[in-house]
């Protein structure tokens, strides 16, 4: 297949692309490298060396695995570099990773709030433009969120849910609750696709992806240039890498508020097998279809529960504290969303266990230099103290 990645220099993007390559695929990747200015804007890096550019890494992968990548340094924003790379690539399948993924980002400032839902809502339009008009048989997987549903009160279906109402009855997109303007961006890429599919015949999965864990897979243990991201600040980072890397430096793990905020979670090598078989079984023209993308819920407890007692097995002194939380969120609620269409299509989970975290312990304590300490604790409030410069 010809596969396009769109944010093919992410923490995601990266290793898919790698492992498609692997499979004998013809692989092309976009990327503006939004993200390394982004961490050059908010004073953060990835705990994990990354090559200088995503030309450098597709010069390394040649050079490791003898397969060429393609690159397409461009923005997704601009329509001409989208139509430029459909009419030469002629892609059939497109993952779409390609836009900007943190929830904090987002709230920093007004500046930044407008930044982050023009950039996603307009280059998946442009992206779903081209599609219509350039490949309309090609599919695109779309990298979603889980955070689109919000916290209801009652269980996650899997995109729509049937309702009832005075007697009438109808299938609808399940209630959105984003959480973050960048949630909300996800809701209106949720919308825009839907839209495009039904009035262009196109063909799309939503990925409503849980929060990502994990540092390594296959490809990218071959060779130190072909790592990924380890982000762990609260802008681009996650509980558990925070968590973890809190524990080999230690530092206190921070739980944010009473530590009943529940999510879904799944490992990277989980988030790459999900998007071969959704890639490998496409939908019908016409049809829109939405996979919930986790293998397990935790809450923020129950992750530094786990970590804490990893790293006291691993030989670490561990403390856990709770902090003020900066976001607006729910601190206890019911939490139970269904996961079963990937796992009809044949994904077999890699589950979180201590093991697995002490796995991530010894990467950090390999790049443990690294650590820049005060960009741990959070300064972006969701009320609006503290903000980022507003410089996007």
């Known amino acids: 297949m010809r596969v396009l990645i769109l944010g093919g220099d992410g923490y995601l993007g990266w290793p898919t692309a790698m492992h498609f390559s692997r499979l004998g695929h013809n692989v092309h990747l976009v990327d503006n490298e939004l993200r390394r200015r982004a961490h050059r804007e908010t004073g953060t890096d990835s705990l994990t060396p990354i090559a200088e550019s995503l030309e450098a890494r597709a ?133 825009n696709i839907q839209l495009a599919c039904r009035i262009w015949e196109l063909r799309a999965t939503d990925l409503n992806q849980g929060v990502v864990y994990g540092i390594h897979t296959e490809d990218t243990v071959r060779d130190e240039r072909l790592l990924t991201r380890f982000d762990y600040d609260e802008v681009f980072g996650t509980a558990l890498n925070r968590f973890c890397l809190q524990a080999v430096i230690g530092h206190p ?29 496409p939908p019908a023209a016409g049809e829109y279809r939405v996979f919930n993308q986790f293998t397990e819920q935790f809450s923020v407890s129950d992750l530094a529960e786990l970590v804490a007692r990893a790293g006291r097995e691993y030989g670490l002194a561990v403390e856990v504290k709770g902090i003020d939380d900066p976001r607006v969120e729910a601190q206890e609620h019911y939490y139970n969303a269904t996961h079963t269409k990937l796992l009809d299509l044949g994904l077999e989970p890699h589950f979180l266990s201590e093991t697995l975290i002490e796995s991530m312990f010894e990467a950090i304590e390999r790049y443990r230099d690294r650590v820049i300490l005060d960009r741990i604790l959070p300064r972006i409030w969701w009320r609006g103290r503290e903000p980022l410069p507003a410089s996007p």
């Open 59 to 191: 010069r390394a992968w040649k050079e490791v695995a003898g397969q060429a990548l393609g690159v397409t340094m461009g923005d997704l924003c601009d329509h001409e570099v989208v139509e430029s790379v459909f009419r030469e690539f002629e892609p059939e399948v497109i993952v779409h990773y390609g836009e900007m993924p943190s929830a904090p980002y987002s709230m920093a400032s007004r500046e930044h709030a407008v930044f982050t839902q023009y950039n996603n809502v307009v280059g998946t339009l442009n992206v779903l433009f081209a599609m219509r008009d350039l490949a309309p048989d090609a599919h695109m997987v779309k990298l979603g969120t889980m955070g689109e549903y919000g916290t209801p009160n009652i269980d996650i279906e899997e995109g729509f849910i049937e309702i009832r109402h005075k007697g009438r009855s109808d299938v609808l997109p399940f209630p959105k609750q984003p959480g973050s303007f960048y949630h909300a961006s996800k809701v209106h890429d949720s919308v």
């Open 253 to 281: 793990l921070t739980v944010y508020g009473t530590g009943g905020q529940t999510r879904g979670y799944l490992n990277i090598l989980d988030t790459i097998r999900c998007v071969e078989l959704a890639a490998a079984n």
